[in-house]
């Protein structure tokens, strides 16, 4: 069971990013929603966007809604955070995960998901 999280890195305010998180056969097959969390420094671990793997319904936070866009490749184990309009406020280490639940109300919290990656860093500064 593995998630490993990559594409994070140092860009401009207003500068984009895409995030890739690939996952273990077994752990995306064994999956119905893929889901992005970000920790800031100093803060508790929240919720970005969830993508349900077989009928691609999509979940945004209302902080990144019409900017980050989440996505997946099922033929290629991966789910997808494009990020655009980077503000510094979006500065956060950025965490993939995987759900087997098929209920949605859980997919905005922590307790919803059951897979962890590691983490990739995320800074927007000029």
């Known amino acids: 069971v593995q998630l490993q999280a990559s594409g994070g890195g140092l860009v401009q305010p207003g500068g984009s990013l895409r995030l890739s998180c690939a996952a273990s056969?077994?752990?995306?097959?064994?999956?119905?929603?893929m889901g992005w969390f970000r920790q800031a420094p100093g803060k508790e671990r929240e919720f970005v966007a969830a993508?349900?793997?077989?009928?691609?319904?999509?979940y945004y936070a209302d902080s990144v809604k019409g900017r980050f866009t989440i996505s997946r490749d099922n033929a290629k184990n991966t789910v997808y955070l494009q990020m655009n309009s980077l503000k510094a406020e979006d500065t956060a280490v950025y965490y993939c995960?995987?759900?087997?639940?098929?209920?949605?109300?859980?997919?905005?919290?922590?307790?919803?998901?059951?897979?962890w990656g590691q983490g990739t860093q995320v800074t927007v500064s000029s």
């Open positions: 995960c995987a759900a087997r639940t098929s209920y949605s109300t859980t997919y905005y919290s922590t307790g919803g998901y059951d897979y």
């Open positions: 056969g077994r752990t995306f097959s064994s999956s119905n929603a």
């Open positions: 993508i349900r793997r077989s009928i691609g319904i999509t």
